[in-house]
């Protein structure tokens, strides 16, 4: 930790006390200025990680804009400018940014751009109060502590971090556990070692097709990235392009830290036909005659059919009606009425569906839920039942109450996307007709053991998933024996060496790296004639240098050299490098 420093910009030297010269202001009191931001860093591989607090955003009485990030190779500076954030536009704040080195902020680390590992970094975030955007105040920044890093990588005898599943939630539909693949074991185990990656499917539509929109996160952290997976399975069916839609979905770099990717295999069938109510089949051994409806048949267009996004594919539910019991009403004169208790099963994806706590007849109910709605009638006197209150998810049979009093019932089994009327009543629900009538009276009523099979066909078949929810837990590396192939992975720094390269102080302070190396290791440099050059031993971290001088302490020349890196276990490699000399 160091304590603030004076920012030099363009050659001037502020103190972090008087910064707001650096937008034309004066120098005001301390108590005029935000909050001080209270800043860390996580060195990564090229690249830190830089995060800060929401203090300044409490600043009183609001003197506070936005943020800026600084970074400098010297504690003294210069500093340059890296990002601005202004509050106002960017809901939430933000408070961290991956420094890659992309200065220009065009979305590549391209010519002299990127962080290099182990050099050193210096950075300073200042919380800014901005006269053009208040400007009867005048202008102020306040600068953070400043804080080094540099980044390193990691040696090659620790183990990738095992990933666990460790849970799943919601309905997947027919895709497989998502995938996390590690493509920098450094960043993955600074940033994630004991988090929980939590990956998140669910299903859209954007009214002609489906779309799988996918959330990535970091439950420790709160790091969020979100994707869509566009599978061009149409809700309206594809008679030109029948047949099988089949992908991996790849979020490369997620959460924006590079260091893993999440992989998601998808495959669909898409069918010729629009989505829609097909048919409705009975297996009742009691002999019910009812007559069953499609709720929206009459309205040719199936309104509310997709009402709460429950545009999930081609279905089979199955409605199973089981034993159940007598109901009294609330009502003075007691009347009682038999009911049946019902199940619900969608068939293609094996899901017992679970009853809404909410009967309502004009919506269908919420995914993976089914509810029985009812409109009840008198056939001796009023066709509205009145002050008649009875529970939910019933399915109420008629009832003979006396020579004033016969109950008969139009039952709305509501499932998912779609409602089925059970009209024994034979009354097509008023003048608006929401289904026909049934042409006859029914005699018999559904009884226990009696099922139901509705189908809904066209769109596309999955099952689609919805609010699939998949936990991995990220363990601790351990160290490992390093083998030849992961010594395989050992860089020569720069490669060819010339005497202008950046990881050096100055051209009188030369220095070859070696990056990758494992935490223990001998390194023997050769000449292509096989002569020793130099050895080296190294212990500690996944870096080494070399001075390019022999064994001698004398300078060598511009040539192609070799380099026998070999652990304590015996793996070995070779590595071929140039050194280039010159003024």
């Known amino acids: 930790m160091y304590t603030t420093p004076c920012l030099r910009i363009g050659g001037t030297l502020l103190s972090a006390l008087c910064c707001g010269a650096l937008l034309g202001g004066v120098c005001r ?118 804080l080094l890093a540099i980044p390193r990588t990691v040696p090659t005898n620790y183990s990738s971090n095992p990933i666990a599943l460790i849970g799943r939630t919601g309905y997947a539909g027919i895709l497989p556990d998502p ?37 990535v996160s970091d439950d420790q952290s709160g790091s969020v990235s979100t994707y869509v997976i566009i599978p061009g399975c149409q809700i309206q069916g594809d008679s030109a392009n029948a047949g099988a839609r089949s992908g991996t979905f790849e979020a490369q770099n997620a959460l924006t830290f590079n260091a893993f990717d999440v992989q998601v295999p998808w495959r669909f ?159 097509g629900r008023g003048a608006g007709r929401p289904w026909p009538l049934a042409g006859y009276k029914a005699t018999v009523d559904f009884a226990p053991g009696d099922k139901i099979r509705v189908n809904i066909t066209g769109g596309a078949l999955g099952p689609f998933p919805y609010q699939a929810n998949f936990l991995y837990s990220v363990g601790a590396a351990s160290k490992v024996m390093p083998t030849s192939a992961a010594l395989d992975d050992i860089r020569v720094v720069p490669n060819p060496y010339l005497i202008r390269n950046e990881a050096q102080i100055s051209p009188r302070d030369p220095r070859l790296r070696f990056d990758y190396l494992p935490e223990e290791c001998e390194i023997r440099i050769y000449t292509v004639a096989l ?33 026998r890196i070999e652990s304590p276990g015996g793996a070995s490699t070779i590595k071929k490098f140039s050194v280039v000399l010159g003024e």
């Open 179 to 215: 995938r996390i693949v590690v493509t920098n074991r450094g960043n993955f185990r600074a940033l994630l070692e004991g988090h929980t990656i939590r990956v998140n499917v669910s299903t859209a539509s954007t009214g002609t097709e489906y779309v799988l929109p996918i959330v």
């Open 269 to 427: 069938t898409q069918s010729p036909l629009p989505l829609h109510l097909d048919t409705v089949a009975a297996n009742a051994p009691s002999g019910a005659n009812t007559p069953i409806f499609f709720r929206d048949t009459v309205a040719g267009a199936i309104p509310g059919m997709f009402g709460n996004n429950n545009t999930f594919g081609e279905s089979t539910y199955e409605i199973e009606f089981l034993p159940g019991g007598v109901d009294t009403t609330n009502a003075a004169t007691k009347r009682i009425f038999n009911y049946l208790n019902v199940k619900v099963t969608e068939l293609t994806g094996a899901r017992e569906l679970q009853p809404d706590t909410v009967s309502e007849i004009r919506a269908a109910p919420r995914w993976n839920h089914w509810t029985v709605s009812r409109f009840a009638f008198n056939l001796k006197s009023n066709p509205n039942i009145g002050s008649f209150t009875v529970s939910t998810n019933r399915y109420y049979l008629a009832t003979n109450v006396d020579t004033t009093a016969v109950w008969e019932f139009s039952n709305v089994i509501g499932i998912e996307n779609v409602r089925i009327v059970f009209d024994y009543a034979n009354k």
């Open 531 to 563: 002569d020793l050059v130099k050895v080296i031993h190294h212990e500690g971290g996944a870096v080494e240098y070399w001075d390019l001088t022999n064994q001698a302490g004398n300078r060598v020349g511009s040539q192609l050299l070799l380099a």
């Open 29 to 146: 009191s301390y108590a005029q200025q935000p909050i001080r931001p209270v800043v860390s860093v996580t060195p990564l591989e090229e690249a830190v990680l830089v995060a800060w607090d929401s203090l300044a955003e409490k600043s009183p009485p609001h003197p506070f804009d936005g943020y800026r990030l600084y970074r400098a190779r010297l504690h003294d500076g210069p500093y340059g400018l890296i990002r601005e954030w202004r509050v106002s536009s960017i809901v939430p704040a933000v408070r961290s940014f991956l420094d890659v080195g992309d200065d220009n902020a065009d979305g590549s680390v391209s010519g002299t751009e990127g962080l290099h590992n182990e050099l050193t970094y210096y950075y300073t975030v200042s919380a800014f109060a901005d006269s053009v955007v208040q400007p009867f105040r005048p202008a102020s920044e306040t600068f953070s502590d400043t």
